[in-house]
Every structure is written in structure tokens, then in C-alpha cells.
């Protein structure tokens, strides 16, 4: 299958295209899990090494309710061979994750060894929350939220943080969003888009976090897209870190459309392991 290039003439258009081999099916690809079956997805996961040649990948599980409402929970599968990998359905077992409030949903898992122990970070959403926190655990089963007050990042919508309503296309889940009346300055230095990674250098110490700055779109108005789901925001990527995994950086930005680009280029995500 070839896709041509958006250049600027004939020429150009005749002679670049864009070539996608044929894909090679290593394992599970999802598609069929929609309804009260669920739909699963590692959008933003990770894989965790067990040990020896056993593989965890953590995974979000969407359920649609008759309601036409939406719930996420988290949960995982293991495998002896990457390239294996078992029937999702038969085998995903959720987490269990103390502290996390009743009846708020939780997505994108990213798992990684951290400080001796297993460091999940992830989004919550739900009860006027959507905000990225840290969890802990010693099996990576069983979890435990350490920062759901003073999370690594807010979301424009979370109810710490929410002015208006222009970020509301951006949420699968609306329940309990509410105004806040004045934003403190530390939850303010915070606020992200979704769609976040995170690492950790063991000989340093240090967490490494990217994740979707939403900038104003009336710093390029020329960027505006209006079919766009958030068209008053231009998506870009920064870059914070952090010793804890708690306290994090400001945001640094690392990457921004050029002069060159195409007036409606947007980053939607930045993942590294």
C-alpha cells in the first residue's frame, strides 16, 4: 500500500511516497472486545520483565455500559514469548490498587522497576479527577497510589484546575467536572494533556517524564484546526524529571512544530522506554 506525500507540486507528488510493507501478525490485535466484552489496549503501557524468559504487558480495559458511558480499568497478562502472547480475554487479570477512589476509572499504565521496587504511574479519571499519580508495589499485582492529593500532573479538566469547558473534547470521561474558582500556582505549573511516559535511570536516580503540553491557540492562530476535538489548544511535547517520581520539574518544551511544518502538525505523544 503506498500513501502519497502532501507536497507542494506534481513533481514532488510523482516521485515520494510513503511505503507500508505488509504487516506481520506476531500476536494479539484486538477489535473484537467492544460492548460488556471490553475493549483492550496497551495505548501508553509497558511490558515488565518477570525474570528468566517471562514477560508481563499491562493493559487498560474499556467497558461501554448500556448508557452509552464508558469505565477503565487496569490489568495485565504474562508470557514466556514476546511474540506469543496468550488470548487476552482468557487471561487478563485485573490490579488491585488501594487507594484509588470507588467508582473512578483508570488508564495507561506505565510500569517500570524504580527505586528497588515496581513503580506504576497512571491516569485516573472520574469524581471531577483526571490526574496522573504514582503507585508502588512489591509484586506488581497489588498497588498502592502515594500521591492521589499532590499528583505528578493534572489534566486541564481535573477540578483543581478547570476554567472552562475547552478541553472537554478531549475526554472519553466527563463525570463530576466541575469549575474551580482560582488555580494555585503549584497545581498550575502541572497542567498536561494525557498520552505520558515515564523512565527511570537507576545509576542517577532520576525519573524522566514526556507528556502533551497544550498550548494556547492564540499563540499561532495560524494553527487553528477546527474539526480539530480541542481546536483552542496546539499539542506539543515536553519534559519533566524528578527524584521521587513525585515532585516534578516545570515543564520544559522539546518539541514544537517548525516554521517549515505543515500549519496543522500537532505532537499527540512522545513514548520511550
Known amino acids: 500500500m503506498t500513501i502519497p506525500l502532501p507536497l507542494q507540486d506534481d513533481i514532488q507528488l510523482k516521485n515520494c511516497h510513503i511505503v507500508f510493507p505488509q504487516p506481520e501478525i506476531i500476536g494479539f490485535t484486538g ?88 513503580v506504576m504511574f497512571f491516569w485516573i479519571h472520574g469524581a471531577g479527577m483526571i490526574r496522573y499519580v504514582k503507585c508502588e ?47 494555585d500556582e503549584t497545581a498550575q505549573r502541572k497542567i498536561s494533556n494525557d498520552a505520558t511516559s515515564v523512565s527511570y535511570d537507576p545509576q542517577t536516580g532520576v525519573y524522566t517524564l514526556f507528556s502533551v503540553m497544550l498550548l494556547n491557540g492564540n ?14 489548544w496546539i499539542r506539543v511535547i515536553h519534559r519533566r524529571t524528578s527524584h521521587d517520581g513525585i515532585e516534578w520539574s516545570d515543564a520544559e518544551l522539546v518539541l514544537v512544530p517548525q516554521e517549515n511544518d505543515r500549519q496543522d502538525l500537532q505532537y499527540y505523544v512522545l513514548q520511550h522506554v
Open 137 to 183: 508495589s512489591d509484586d506488581g499485582k497489588h498497588f498502592r497510589i502515594v500521591n492521589l492529593d499532590n499528583p505528578c500532573l493534572y489534566h486541564p479538566s481535573d477540578c483543581m484546575v478547570r476554567q472552562g469547558e475547552a478541553s472537554d473534547g478531549l475526554l472519553t470521561i466527563k463525570d463530576g467536572l466541575q469549575r474551580c474558582s482560582s488555580i
Open 31 to 118: 477489535g473484537a472486545g467492544y460492548g460488556h466484552t471490553g475493549l483492550y489496549g496497551n495505548h501508553m503501557s509497558s511490558v515488565l520483565p518477570l525474570g528468566g524468559s517471562r514477560f508481563r504487558i499491562y493493559q487498560t480495559k474499556r467497558l461501554w455500559m448500556p448508557d452509552r458511558t464508558t469505565t477503565l480499568d487496569i490489568g495485565f497478562i504474562d508470557t514466556d514469548d514476546l511474540s506469543l502472547w496468550p488470548l487476552i480475554a482468557d487471561h487478563y487479570t485485573p490490579l488491585v490498587i488501594d487507594g484509588l477512589p470507588e467508582g473512578v476509572s483508570c488508564a495507561q499504565p506505565y510500569v517500570l522497576h524504580a527505586e528497588g521496587r515496581i
Open 219 to 232: 499563540t499561532a492562530p495560524e494553527r487553528r484546526v477546527e474539526y480539530d476535538n480541542a481546536r483552542d
